[in-house]
């Protein structure tokens, strides 16, 4: 006799559908609800994002939920900052708290509040209030993230890899990915790669580390950390000198024939040749003469040079030519420095080559481009690239970002069937974006949005003595196209007072006191710093975390957020919503459980605030409120007339998608169709469209833009050409002398290469090892370390060396080193690693915790062996002579070069007891998670 | 294998108690009445303090009576069963010969088969684990036999058969270290059979699957380094053969110098049954090979043998 | 039911593919999550804020770094969970019938209301497929989600384990191994999916699909195809482009 065993257990009572927040990604997620309680969370399938598959961290979002780490109501500090000491309030008394500190600062000094957003997905409402409120003080993350993916897109091609496009996963052959080990797209990539490698695609993995998504790679290239522009520019070379180029796409949809001023001694030198309309002119190969690039049935030609008034002009693509054939970008020249065999980059230029063209399909799909020419079919290109902050994060990586859009341009594979797309509301050039705003009125708004993308010198914040408008110094010659803000530079010059003093910090969902900064140990100081009359340098903090994290014990006054199941959030086409490359879309998040503690979402409790702060937008004339929450504002918000946060059942009877006046429904409707909306993009409107007129007006339709807005890619960036222009002592905007060396050599019009931030020679004697760290799949950031469960695969976080490093220095199993940069040193347990670039050690990202912290006991071993790099990263770096530190960022975007890190490993020997810097242990707010846990809702 | 004290204890215990209800039944020592009962005690005690011992490794023992039902195919079902047997059999010939001072050799000879055959079901427990190659040999359940035999005959006086029995034994247990050494990698488990990735190279645990311990790594990722392992075999040898051997030929033979020789061989044996476990290696620990340490607690701190 | 049923009818299964497995642990906490909501009693986690954690899990993800003679080393994800052999030498060992190999699909079960929790069955699992869990202190176990695939109140299309639901790469296939026309069973046969442990002969029903060959291009192969100039003619590069743009 068998047993008999239970085949058919009831699952749940009900199933609630949402949104996932345990990262950025959004997939669906079918909330299985038993007793009214979280029981289980899977997938939901119909879901455009995850198509039912979930994550680790996703699946593990119920311990998350329940997390003892949660706060529980607001907190006022008490006791010096640091100490953790706080008073638990009410929100009345919170409220009235953060009222009283900022309607006096908004009637005066309206930029004395920085408000900083971190891991937002409210952005465009985040936004909103900031400008409303009236400080130029806004930005979220992005800064110190991946700006320079982001922007270095949007500048080449109106669009970035991220969130903004993905590969053609039902048709690309061949995938090259460059130092990706994650990414925000967690589940479409996995989707994709699982989907290509089936189908015998392949995936070129370039990365100095092999794990994850390079540990499945077909090929894999451990290249040397920094050095992917050369590697890349290297490849053009190849395809260059063989004609494997896509001229025909060129041509019609790039700048490529564009006529640049080649006349080093003109004024004009570097900038367009333009018609009376301000139109870019090329020459027609038909007639010969120059035309507008966007004339109906031209035919640019690349090969003509034209003179007119004394002055030789030459088309984009040869000056291109020129740069990459020259033998610095040869094969031979680079492979040292990339650490990659010159025949490996000949074979993999080959190949790119061979899939690009002799691979090459065509789909029958007709279309029209801009010009009004038909075209019968879609040409296919079934290369495919991706990249993030492996390239993105070093201080060429604005540059080297550009370098690899330039590459899948010559191709033309950008678009193409098999090649790169983007996601609606993308792709939008330059100009379809706004122009950073700093214009401050006491009490009254900002007067634009805070961030945007500059055109010019013209464009940047600064003041009239030249000084930063931003506490961050966005915008400025430092770092003049920082579309992102710099979020990690705020505490610094806050507390040095550079440009200025603020006097109230704002944070939200930061935990920037610990693994978000860089140089922890500092940032921790000059978060409690007083000044001379004993006052704290950065007077307030007021913080809005949903966890007891590290960040917690320094601010004065703490917003206690939800958790994602138990409040309304709008994943918004306004800002970085959902969508597909076949499909527009949006999503919501929503209460599927309510709080059991005196929590606030935090979107209400800036609703409210406004009101109290009497914000215009938030408030009528009469001074009522407009919106009394955030589901309200979600509802009845008009960005622009007929548009608001959601695209979805618009219209009094839910029938208008885009535009429509705002149903008061609406978000019922999200409920019922699991969360999201989708709209699928019109079939001739799918593949190349930048160009596309059926996509072009279908944007338009669904209020995606204003008009249609064609565009062709830039090959060459006049923009940057005017900077470097201004850097050579043109035009009325002057920058400091400091910089005008750095701003010629990085505003290059044309991608090249040069050594990242800490690869000076010198430097590189001292240091001579690349330190990385890797984003796990199954840790989000600090926030992964209170689940129960997934804490029990990433506890620990070791610092893998080379076999190399690791048979120099004797290392055997079980061993600690001390790692020394210029900035700190760290003592940490090591392990071996083969696949491994020979002069890279690497480590998880954000597993090492503050004892005390995150409701875990102080001996855990996150606290205990767990470790960050940030302390060996510092916001500036070494000085060089007299000149003044320059910031460890990239001089384009500012953004964060975390990965320009070099260091020297020694053997710790005796090995430390625990992981060195050690910090005091953090007062708890929320005391010591359960002993054990034996999880069981139902029953 | 994790050395739990409760299971050394339990083979230990038991095998002893077994070994000396083998020659109770026997009739060994030839005397009935009173003077019997403190040996039944004792047999009776050790054996049934190491079912208690044994009882500590349950994780569920309120199931315990549900091990008998598996008797056809399982060892430890048939252990219990033999247990049961041996006790009630050796019961009822102990009541005859403490109480009735009259020895019933059938039931005697019945008595000390079942309880051989109890110490032979627990040797095999272990023995036809293929899982851990040391153990899966015929000189576990020799060995297992041996030293309950040769523990039965100390404490039941017999120090001519003892003696005999300690010599068989030495010989046993040096065979058994000696071939079990070599037998895991003479059956060809490794990291790439167990991985099936040996098409490709050699393989090499690079991140285990989680960095906090979890229950194979404490029950089955155990190991000793070989110089430990070389002094407590040195220990175990000196203490279970070697004082026995000496103070039973170099002093007179009699009840004291058995006693103590049972002593010293007792306390060999729990060190060689640590050993049998500590040093044996289970094929799962393949899959952990090489791990790298990543916190304390975790068991392992070196690469395994 | 210690003893192995002679020949079960149907010999379900999981087939996993390293090829693609990129390590993410998704199946890890999906079936941990399922396990834990819908198992006899929680997959439970002992000291789970604290020094050690230590939780019943039934399904893990190792890292592997595999040498080739030649070129850079690969690292291979590889997870592990029950392969409901066919000649379980977990069910054999148990005493009390705990452990069992269902007649109809071959699913390796334990039945925690008999278990005592002697763990001599993980004993006998050269796989380490079996865990004792810590609090409930009966054996675990995957029970390749029997609780799903028959599930009556699950919708058809999730009747399949909640590990293989959840799997973003795709790379863990459930099916019939012991129908030789099933998916999962011609999936085996093109990729040469191979048991693990062999030589343990435990039949195991759950197959591997082996990584593809990796780093063919240039590194080894001197001989690899490379771009031909094309450019490089007496009328240089320009001359080149012109008559490339003719052509067009
Ligand atoms: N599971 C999980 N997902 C996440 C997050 C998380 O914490 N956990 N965080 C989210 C966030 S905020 C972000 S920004 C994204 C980031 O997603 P990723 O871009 O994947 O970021 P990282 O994990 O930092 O990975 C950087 C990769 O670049 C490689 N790399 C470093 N330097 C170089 C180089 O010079 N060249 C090349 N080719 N490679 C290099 C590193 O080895 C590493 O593999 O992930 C998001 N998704
Ligand atoms: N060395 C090194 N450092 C890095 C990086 C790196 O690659 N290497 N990457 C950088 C990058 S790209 C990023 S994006 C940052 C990420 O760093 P952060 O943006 O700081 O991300 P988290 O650590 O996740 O911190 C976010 C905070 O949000 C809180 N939180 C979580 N859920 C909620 C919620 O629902 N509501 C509220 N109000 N709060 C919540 C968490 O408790 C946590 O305190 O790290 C940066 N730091
Ligand atoms: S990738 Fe994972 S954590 Fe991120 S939203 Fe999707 S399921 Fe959630
Ligand atoms: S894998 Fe282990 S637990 Fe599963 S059937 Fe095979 S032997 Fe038994
Ligand atoms: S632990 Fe339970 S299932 Fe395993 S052998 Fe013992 S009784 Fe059987
Ligand atoms: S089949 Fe079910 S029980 Fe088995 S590993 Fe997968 S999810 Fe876990
Ligand atoms: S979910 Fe899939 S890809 Fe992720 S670890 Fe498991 S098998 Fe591998
Ligand atoms: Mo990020």
Redesign the pocket.
């Known amino acids: 006799m068998q047993p008999t065993a239970e085949t058919s257990p009831p699952v749940s009572e009900e199933i609630r559908k949402t949104t996932c927040y345990m990262?950025?990604?959004r997939c669906g997620i079918n909330v299985h609800m038993k007793n009214g309680k979280v029981a289980y969370i899977e997938g939901n399938r119909d879901h455009p994002v995850n198509k039912g598959v979930l994550c680790a961290?996703g699946s593990a979002g119920i311990m998350q939920h329940n997390a003892p780490a949660r706060l529980r109501t607001p907190l006022k500090r008490i006791g010096p900052r640091g100490s953790g000491e706080f008073q638990e309030i009410t929100w009345d008394e919170a409220l009235d708290m953060a009222t009283g500190w900022l309607a006096p600062l908004r009637a005066e000094t309206p930029e004395k509040l920085a408000f900083f957003t971190g891991?937002d997905q409210s952005q465009s409402f985040t936004g909103y209030w900031a400008q409303q409120y009236g400080t130029p003080n806004y930005a979220a993350h992005g800064g110190f993230?991946?700006v320079n993916m982001a922007t270095a897109g949007i500048y080449t091609m109106g669009g970035s890899f991220w969130e903004f496009g993905q590969p053609d996963w039902t048709h690309t052959k061949l995938l090259l990915l460059?130092?990706?080990?994650?990414?925000?797209d967690?589940n479409p990539i996995k989707i994709g790669l699982g989907q290509l490698k089936s189908r015998g695609g392949r995936l070129i993995g370039?990365?100095?580390?092999r794990s994850g998504y390079?540990a499945v790679a077909d090929e894999w290239v451990g290249?040397t950390?920094?050095?992917?522009g050369l590697f890349i520019l290297a490849i053009v070379h190849e395809l260059l000198r063989a004609g494997r180029i896509d001229l025909a796409y060129l041509t019609r949809f790039t700048n490529a024939p564009v006529l640049v001023n080649d006349d080093p001694t003109a004024p004009d030198y570097g900038l367009f040749l333009r018609d009376d309309d301000g139109k870019m002119l090329v020459i027609d190969r038909n007639s010969g003469k120059p035309a507008a690039y966007d004339t109906p049935g031209v035919r640019p030609d690349l090969a003509a040079t034209h003179r007119q008034a004394g002055v030789t002009y030459r088309p984009v693509f040869q000056l291109l030519a020129d740069r990459y054939l020259s033998d610095e970008y040869a094969p031979e020249t680079v492979a040292e420095t990339c650490g990659i065999p010159a025949s490996r980059i000949r074979a993999i230029a080959a190949e790119i080559a061979r899939v690009a063209f002799d691979e090459a399909f065509e789909l029958e799909q007709e279309w029209t481009d801009f010009r009004g020419t038909t075209h019968r079919t879609m040409q296919g290109r079934p290369v495919s690239f991706h990249a993030?902050?492996?390239?993105s994060?070093?201080a060429n990586g604005f540059q080297t970002c550009r370098a690899l859009h330039i590459l899948q341009i010559l191709l033309g594979s950008v678009e193409a069937p098999g090649g790169f797309r983007f996601k609606p509301p993308y792709p939008k050039p330059v100009e379809a974006h706004p122009k950073p705003h700093m214009g401050v009125t006491p009490n009254g708004p900002l007067n634009g949005p805070h961030l945007g993308f500059v055109r010019g010198p013209e464009d940047l914040l600064l003041r009239d003595d030249g000084s930063a408008a931003r506490i961050d110094k966005a915008f400025t010659w430092e770092n003049p196209l920082s579309s992102h803000g710099l979020m990690h530079m705020v505490i610094c010059n806050a507390h040095a007072g550079d440009p200025y003093r603020i006097d109230t910090l704002f944070l939200y969902m930061a935990n920037m006191a610990w693994n978000s900064s860089m140089d922890t140990t500092k940032v921790m100081q000059m978060l409690t710093d007083k000044d001379a009359a004993g006052e704290y340098v950065i007077p307030h903090i007021i913080y809005s975390d949903a966890y007891d994290s590290e960040m917690v014990a320094y601010a004065d006054l703490i917003l206690p957020d939800t958790t994602y199941l138990e409040r309304y959030d709008c994943i918004s086409l306004l800002d970085r919503p959902i969508s597909e490359a076949d499909a527009m879309g949006d999503a919501i998040r929503w209460p599927v459980v309510a709080p059991d503690r005196d929590v606030r979402p935090f979107q209400d409790v800036l609703v409210d605030l406004a009101v109290r702060l009497g914000l215009p937008g938030f408030t009528d004339d009469g001074g009522l409120p407009v919106y009394h929450d955030y589901a309200d504002y979600i509802t009845n918000h008009q960005r622009r007339p007929g548009i608001g946060p959601l695209a979805g059942w618009r219209g009094k009877d839910a029938t208008l998608v885009g535009r429509g006046e705002p149903n008061p429904d609406q978000l019922t409707h999200y409920i019922d169709n699991g969360g999201f909306f989708e709209q699928p993009v019109p079939q001739e409107a799918r593949y190349f469209k930048p160009w596309n007129t059926a996509y072009q007006d279908w944007a338009v339709e669904m209020g995606l833009s204003d008009n249609p807005q064609p565009y062709v890619f830039s090959l060459y960036s006049e923009i940057l050409r005017k900077f470097q222009r201004a850097a050579q002592g043109h035009g009325d905007h002057q920058p400091p002398e400091h910089l005008r060396a750095q701003i010629i050599r990085a505003m290059d019009p044309l991608p090249l290469w040069y050594p990242a931030g800490q690869d000076s020679a010198q430097a590189s004697e001292e240091f001579p090892v690349h330190a990385?760290?890797?984003?796990?799949?199954?840790?989000?950031?600090s926030w992964g370390s209170q689940n129960a469960w997934l804490r029990q695969i990433h506890g620990v976080n070791p610092l893998y060396l080379p076999t190399k490093l690791w048979q120099e220095n004797g290392f055997q199993p079980g061993d600690w080193a001390r790692v020394t940069s210029a900035n700190g040193s760290i003592t940490v347990p090591v392990a071996h690693m083969a696949g491994l670039n020979p002069n890279t050690v690497?480590t998880w990202?954000?597993i090492g915790k503050r004892k005390g912290s995150w409701a875990l006991s102080p001996d855990a071993p996150e606290a205990t062996h767990g470790f960050l790099l940030n302390h060996l990263i510092g916001e500036l770096l070494p000085a060089q002579g007299s000149e003044p530190r320059r910031p460890n960022a990239d001089p384009v975007t500012g953004q964060a070069a975390w990965?320009d890190l070099k260091v020297k490993i020694e053997k710790a020997d005796p090995p430390p007891e625990q992981a060195q810097p050690e910090f005091p242990p953090l007062r708890s707010q929320v005391g010591r998670g359960p002993q054990n846990l034996a999880w069981r809702v139902g029953k | 294998m994790h050395p739990a004290p409760s299971v050394i204890l339990f083979t230990v215990l038991s095998g002893f108690g077994l070994g000396l209800l083998i020659w109770l039944g026997l009739g060994y020592p030839g005397v009935t009445g009173w003077k019997t009962f403190i040996f039944y005690v004792l047999a009776y005690g050790l054996t049934l303090g190491g079912l208690l011992a044994s009882s500590f490794h349950l994780g569920n023992r309120k199931n315990a009576l549900k091990a008998f039902s598996q008797w056809r195919s399982s060892w430890l079902s048939r252990e219990a069963w033999l247990v049961l047997l041996t006790l009630l059999v050796m019961g009822g010939h102990g009541f005859g010969v403490v109480f009735l001072a009259s020895h019933i050799p059938p039931l005697g000879w019945l008595g000390a088969a079942l309880a051989l055959a109890t110490v032979f079901a627990t040797s095999m427990i272990y023995a036809q684990l293929k899982t851990v190659p040391r153990w899966n040999h015929w000189t576990t359940p020799a060995l297992f036999v041996s030293l309950a035999l040769t523990g039965g005959a100390l404490l039941a006086g017999q120090a001519g058969a003892a003696t005999v029995l300690l010599t068989l034994g030495s010989a046993l247990q040096l065979l058994a270290w000696g071939l079990g050494d070599r037998r895991f990698a003479l059956r060809g488990h490794t990291a790439e059979t167990a991985t099936g990735l040996g098409q490709i190279g050699q393989v090499r645990q690079l991140e285990p699957p989680h960095s906090s311990p979890n229950y194979l790594m404490k029950e089955m990722v155990f190991s000793v380094a070989r110089k430990h392992s070389l002094k407590l075999r040195a220990i175990a040898l000196l203490l279970m053969f070697v004082i026995p051997l000496l103070l039973l030929v170099l002093l007179p033979g009699g009840f004291w110098i058995c006693g103590f020789a049972a002593v010293s061989f007792f306390v060999g044996t729990l060190v060689s049954r640590w050993l049998f476990f500590a040093e044996a290696r289970h094929v799962v620990s393949l899959y952990y090979g090489d791990a790298t340490p990543r916190q304390p607690g975790t068991g392992q701190t070196e690469p395994s043998p | 039911m210690t003893q192995l049923p002679p020949a079960t009818s149907r010999q379900l299964g999981l087939v996993i593919d390293l090829d693609i497995c990129v390590g993410c642990h998704a199946c890890v906490i999906a079936c941990k999550g399922w396990n834990t909501e819908y198992q006899n009693t929680p997959l439970s986690d002992a000291d789970a804020y604290g020094a050690a954690p230590s939780g019943t899990f039934l399904n893990r993800v190792h890292s592997y770094e595999v040498q080739p003679e030649n070129g850079a080393a690969q690292t291979v994800h590889f997870p592990r969970s029950c392969l409901h052999c066919q000649d379980a030498p977990c069910v054999t060992v148990c005493p009390t019938g705990a452990s069992y190999k269902r007649r109809e699909d071959g699913i390796v079960l334990v039945n925690e209301d008999t278990c005592i929790g002697c763990g001599l069955c993980a004993w006998a699992c050269p796989y380490g497929a079996r865990e004792m869990d810590a609090l409930a202190g009966v054996m675990k176990k995957c029970t390749l989600c029997v609780d799903r695939i028959y599930n009556k109140n699950l919708p058809e299309e999730d009747r399949e384990p909640a590990c293989v639901r959840t799997c973003p790469a795709g790379a863990r296939h459930f099916g019939d191994l012991g129908d030789p026309d099933s998916a999962v069973s011609r999936l085996v046969a093109t990729r040469d999916g191979y048991d693990l442990m062999p030589e343990q002969a435990t039949r195991p029903s759950n197959k591997y699909l082996p990584p593809r060959p990796k780093d063919t291009l240039g590194e080894v192969d001197v001989l690899a195809p490379f771009l031909e100039p094309a450019t490089e003619t007496p009328e240089g590069f320009l001359g080149w482009l012109d008559r490339a743009l003719e052509a067009l």
């Open positions: 990262c950025a990604c961290k891991r993230c991946s460059f130092g990706v080990a994650e990414d925000h967690s370039v990365n100095p580390i390079n290249i950390p920094g050095t992917d993030m902050r492996g390239i994060a070093h990385l760290t890797q984003r796990p799949m199954a840790m989000y950031h690497w990202n954000a990965f």
